[in-house]
């Protein structure tokens, strides 16, 4: 197996308000590594990481990262990708070390 960098792009509930009401383009990003056999699937895996934590970050099931197209894309892991988590083919982060940023912004949407 190679190790992949994932990288997904998304918005917060407050983004998504605030992106609608002002026209902004406001977005965060996250990553993950993956080790997985090929390119292609680092970003199948990485795609169901990002759906299931927009998911938990909007606290609805309905809420799609898909639906909404954000980039998404793999990059050479490097030293300072270090600290990042580090997760195989076909299991989750802990999803828990990436929503304490957005506590006060996961309720309403």
Known sequence: MTTFLY?????????????????????????????????????????EIAERFIKLLFRDDQVSWRDQQFARWIEPPTPEWTCQQHVSFGVFPDFTAWLPPYKDDMSQH
């Open 7 to 47: 990288v997904f792009g998304f918005e917060t509930p407050q983004q998504s308000r605030c992106n609608v009401i002002y026209g902004w383009e406001d977005e965060n990003t996250e990553a993950v590594l993956i080790d997985a056999d090929d390119e292609a699937s680092a970003l199948l895996w990485g795609d």
